[in-house]
T-cell receptor
Framework: DAGITQSPRHKVTETGTPVTLRCHQT?????MYWYRQDPGHGLRLIHY???????DKGEVSDGYSVSRSKTEDFLLTLESATSSQTSVYFC??????????????FGEGSRLTVL | AQSVSQHNHHVILSEAASLELGCNYS??????LFWYVQYPGQHLQLLLK??????LVKGIKGFEAEFIKSKFSFNLRKPSVQWSDTAEYFC????????????FGKGTRLHILP
């Protein structure tokens, strides 16, 4: 297994509340990614990180922020959740072997429902 | 901007039928290409990958894919599908030496009739 865990796995919250999803890896990989999965849209990149305190935006970053204060943890925060952020969120690590390959290993996903 | 298109959104086949799922990407430089599979209720798992070399790559469970650079395509194939192949399939593209983003297609939901 890739040694990647997400928490919480399920969360129901109300509009306007802050939410933080955590992604934890045990393998010390440099790159970590957050995607959201929605029917008809596939996986869309929210943010990614290329090292401690180094992050960049993806396709759908509005309404989301991220932080990476240590290699093993990549946090995704919804400052004020909206119903449009109801989704399944996947964290992934990029396990580069002998160079940048782009091969990803995914966590189990976090299902977020915003009422 | 880099993008990935999957032509078929929903495919229904009978067991033993042959499968081909289309994938096209829109980046002119060097790319690494992937197919991932997501079984119902599970996370994405790597099915196969292309980095360089032989454009015909083989993955797990009898799947294969062919990289055709002139067509910017990376189609997934399987000669004879099984009921257990029912899943959603995603094509993904990583532009080597350009940026660190890995872009996915919208997915193809495959339903195999027993």
């Amino acid at each position: 297994d890739a040694g990647i865990t997400q928490s919480p796995r399920h969360k129901v919250t109300e509009t306007g509340t802050p939410v933080t999803l955590r992604c934890h890896q045990t393998e010390n990989h440099r790159y970590m990614y957050w995607y959201r999965q929605d029917p008809g849209h596939g996986l869309r990149l929210i943010h990614y990180s290329y090292g401690v305190k180094d992050t960049d935006k993806g396709e759908v970053s509005d309404g989301y922020s991220v932080s990476r204060s240590k290699t093993e943890d990549f946090l995704l925060t919804l400052e004020s959740a909206t119903s449009s952020q109801t989704s399944v969120y996947f964290c992934a690590i990029r396990r580069d072997r002998g160079g940048s390959t782009g091969e990803l290993f995914f966590g189990e996903g976090s299902r977020l429902t915003v009422l | 901007a880099q993008s990935v298109s999957q032509h078929n959104h929903h495919v229904i086949l009978s067991e033993a039928a042959s499968l081909e799922l289309g994938c096209n990407y829109s980046y002119g430089g060097t790319v690494n290409l992937f197919w991932y599979v997501q079984y119902p209720g599970q996370h994405l798992q790597l099915l196969l990958k292309y980095f360089s070399g032989d454009p015909l790559v083989k993955g797990i469970k009898g799947f294969e894919a062919e990289f055709i650079k002139s067509k910017f395509s990376f189609n997934l194939r399987k000669p004879s599908v099984q009921w257990s192949d029912t899943a959603e399939y995603f094509c993904a593209c990583f532009s080597v030496n350009r940026d660190d983003k890995i872009i996915f297609g919208k997915g193809t939901r495959l339903h195999i009739l027993p």
